[in-house]
């Protein structure tokens, strides 16, 4: 599995799919630390190292942080959110965390899709502060009375004391929802107060009440209602469930609109199932526009008309341009409502820096010459069979020549000595070409190459050495003591390009060179001893007489 690069531990979650009814695509979801202590002892006390990644490993999530304590030792606990896209079939996510020089990467405003018109997670802290938008329509609170609590249902929520409380958000074009136009508001509440109470409005506290509105009391039964109102009550529609929910617990409500004006067009949902509903107003044939702001936990309005204010909590307030899916609903409930938040968490994997490569050669590597030229186990350079050299003959290399590897070798090739470096019977280092079945011929140590016999019988390279592909000597006979005959002063050999040979071998294996290409330990030329003598001006190539 690929690994995010630069990253030191990692956890795999895996999201229960049990509550997951239909594909769900870049999906909030919320991701809990509670007091970690592997991410609290690896991660950064500001928690900018945190990343998000889909199950490949590097794919990064956009999330935001809604709240961070802990890191550089100390145990971690957090509340994310992270854009996903869930699958019936599952889903895995990973977090990573551990990297020093890490930066802030939350991007909170693109975790919310562009049908979110408003998200407030109601986690800000201090006296009354003001209210922030997570989502890029920056629908700040203009005015606000609450008190900020740490006993939020995620995290951090708002208290309102059933009399001044309020917040009053910007931007009130941006929820211009006409009656033909879908929406979704969904919120957390716990309240014990069964009266009439305001959860969230878009609509005027006096006659004749145009506008949208999310309500609890229901004729002060704990009911939750849904009013869309033109002029009410001959002029709206307006749903309400049968359950008293003002019992003191947090209750997750949400109230979706089809744009059809219809009743049916309503739908309320609490704890993830839709909720059966009766209808008070049945009839909307008129707009429901109005110029007024969206106002959370009061209906209110300048000059001051006060409304039904609420006393409770609130946590997680959101609105959509659209009628969200039974399948989106439930899945956000049961993602909040439960201990485990539907994730499982896997235990912590590390990884180091990532090691550096060093080349290395098995026993069963042949060594190796530059990347664009191999010698394959087949070439085997001969001398011509119009010529013979005795195992005596030891034609010299003159002090000039520097035998080298060079780099365009092709496979086909077979190297020969070019006319460009001289060879002299008297000159050192030597060449001895020898006719042992166990070995092939060797260069003395000059010409960086010696032999040096390995348990196998092959032989070994000096560190040197190096031998050029385009070896073309020019071999004339002439007699020796013995009768053999050897190289005369017009062989030469190039002494072009030398990438050097580095040489290792063990009693099984070959030897090594560079690791850019590969020689085949068999490659060596052969002597055919029942040739006739090479005449005056004929040049040897390796496996060609020209």
Excluded: C
């Excluded at 008070?280 to 309005?301: F, M």
């Excluded at 060449?431 to 011929?441: A, F, N, V, Y």
């Amino acid at each position: 599995m690929a690994w995010l690069t630069g990253w030191t531990y990692r956890k795999l979650i895996t999201v229960q799919n049990a509550n997951i009814d239909a594909d769900l695509t870049d999906f909030p979801l919320y991701v809990k630390l509670s007091a970690d202590v592997q991410i609290g002892d690896g991660a950064l006390a500001t928690g900018y190292d945190i990343r998000f990644t889909s199950s490949d490993g590097t794919t990064l999530l956009k999330y935001e942080r809604e709240s961070w304590t802990g890191g550089a030792g100390a145990d971690a606990t957090a509340d994310f959110w992270v854009k996903s896209d869930l699958s019936t079939s599952g889903t895995n996510i990973y977090i990573y965390y551990g990297k020093a020089d890490a930066t802030d990467g939350q991007d909170a405003a693109n975790v919310w899709d562009a049908n979110f018109k408003g998200v407030w997670h109601l986690a800000e802290t201090g006296t009354n502060p003001t209210v922030y938008d997570s989502t890029s329509g920056n629908n700040d609170s203009i005015a606000q009375t609450w008190t900020p609590t740490t006993s939020g249902k995620v995290g951090g929520g708002g208290t309102f004391d059933g009399s001044t409380g309020r917040i009053t958000l910007d931007n009130e074009l941006n929820f211009d929802f006409e009656r033909t136009d879908p929406f979704t508001v969904s919120l957390w509440f716990k309240t014990s107060v069964t009266g009439n109470q305001t959860l969230f409005a878009k609509m005027s506290a006096a006659s004749p009440y145009t506008g949208y509105l999310l309500h609890i009391g229901g004729s002060g039964s704990g009911q939750i209602e849904l009013f869309l109102i033109n002029s009410w009550s001959t002029n709206a529609i307006a749903a309400n469930t049968s359950t008293n929910y003002a019992d003191n617990t947090w209750q997750h409500v949400s109230a979706t609109y089809s744009g059809s004006s219809t009743n049916a067009g309503q739908l309320i949902y609490v704890g993830g199932a839709s909720q059966s509903l009766s209808y008070r107003a049945t009839s909307l044939t008129s707009t429901i526009l109005n110029n007024l702001n969206i106002t959370v936990a009061k209906r209110y309005e300048s000059p001051p008309y006060d409304m039904y204010p609420y006393n409770g909590s609130l946590d997680e307030v959101r609105i959509s341009s659209i009628a969200r899916a039974a399948a989106w609903i439930k899945f956000e409930y049961y993602n909040i409502a439960n201990a485990d938040n539907e994730l499982t968490w896997t235990i912590e994997g590390s990884q180091s820096a990532s090691p550096s490569v060093s080349p290395s050669v098995s026993p069963s590597v042949s060594p190796s010459l530059s990347p664009s030229a191999s010698l394959s186990p087949s070439i085997s350079p001969s001398l011509s069979p119009s010529a013979s050299l005795s195992p005596s003959v030891s034609p010299t290399l003159s002090p000039s020549a520097s035998p080298s590897l060079s780099p365009s070798l092709s496979p086909s090739e077979s190297p020969s000595l070019s006319p460009s470096a001289s060879l002299s019977p008297s000159a050192s280092p030597s060449l001895s070409i020898s006719e042992s079945p166990s070995q092939s011929p060797s260069l003395s140590p000059s010409a960086s190459i010696s032999p040096s016999e390995s348990p196998s019988g092959s032989p070994s390279l000096s560190p040197s050495a190096s031998l050029s592909p385009s070896l073309s000597p020019s071999l004339s006979p002439s007699e020796s003591p013995s009768g053999s005959p050897s190289l005369s002063p017009s062989a030469s050999l190039s002494p072009s390009v030398s990438p050097s040979l580095s040489p290792s071998l063990s009693p099984s294996s070959s030897p090594s060179l560079s690791p850019s290409a590969s020689l085949s330990p068999s490659v060596s030329p052969s002597v055919s001893p029942s040739a006739p003598p090479l005449s005056p001006g004929r040049h040897l190539m390796m496996g060609a007489l020209v």
